[in-house]
């Protein structure tokens, strides 16, 4: 007899914890059930307990909403992403040409040029001090170009046989540093050059 109450007990403390379904169909006819309402039906679960309710319809209808939302803001991070990476393939294919545009000066012109008087600034390999300015690289090199024929163009420059990037470089306002082979030295800034 122990055992019947104990097990007819669970059973009630079971069916209590079930809760309770308010099914609503579209005719409006309301009734209630331990089961959760078919899809077709608006559903609320009622907690016999507390008496609160769940709109069951309102739930996975905020569930679906934030499932899109999520996704949508994924698919924008992505696009993003990919905009950012196809900008900076175009920034190092745009200094790469930059690059050659000097690499060549300076084996047309051995005598105003010392082999590495401009070393280029490897797009894909760049020196620490010189990341920050990864989005404005293909202005460095072209700045730097027209840094040392600024040099060469006083007349007090035979020989340019180092070209910076000086340290008081801001991404929007460069400064660069010229060696001459006479001992003389040069500070350009961009508004300079221009």
Not at 19 to 36: D, L, M, N, R, T
Not at 71 to 87: D, G, R
Not at 149 to 158: I, V
Not at 160 to 182: H, M, Q, R, T, W
Request: charged content about 25%; some cysteine; overall charge neutral.
């Amino acid at each position: 007899m122990k055992k019947l109450c104990f097990v007819f007990t669970l059973f009630l403390t079971f069916d209590s914890w079930a809760g309770v379904f308010k099914c609503v169909e579209a005719s409006g006819h309301i009734y209630y059930q331990s089961s959760p309402c078919t899809s077709e039906h608006q559903a609320v679960q009622i907690n016999p307990k507390t008496g609160a309710t769940l709109d069951l319809n309102e739930l996975e209808q905020q569930k679906a909403l934030n499932a899109e939302q999520k996704k949508q803001q994924e698919l924008q991070e992505l696009a993003e992403k990919n905009a950012k990476i196809e900008k900076f393939a175009q920034i190092k294919q745009q200094a790469k040409a930059e690059i050659k545009v000097t690499q060549d000066l300076i084996k047309e012109n051995p005598l105003q040029f010392s082999a590495y008087a401009i070393p280029a600034y490897d797009p894909d390999n760049l020196p620490e001090r010189i990341k920050p300015f990864e989005s404005v690289l293909p202005e460095v090199e072209k700045y730097r170009r027209k840094a040392a024929q600024k040099a060469l163009a006083t007349g007090k420059c035979q020989r340019v046989e180092a070209d910076e990037l000086n340290g008081k470089s801001k991404p929007d306002s460069l400064v660069f540093l010229i060696n001459c082979s006479s001992g003389s030295n040069f500070y350009f800034n961009q508004a300079e050059l221009n």
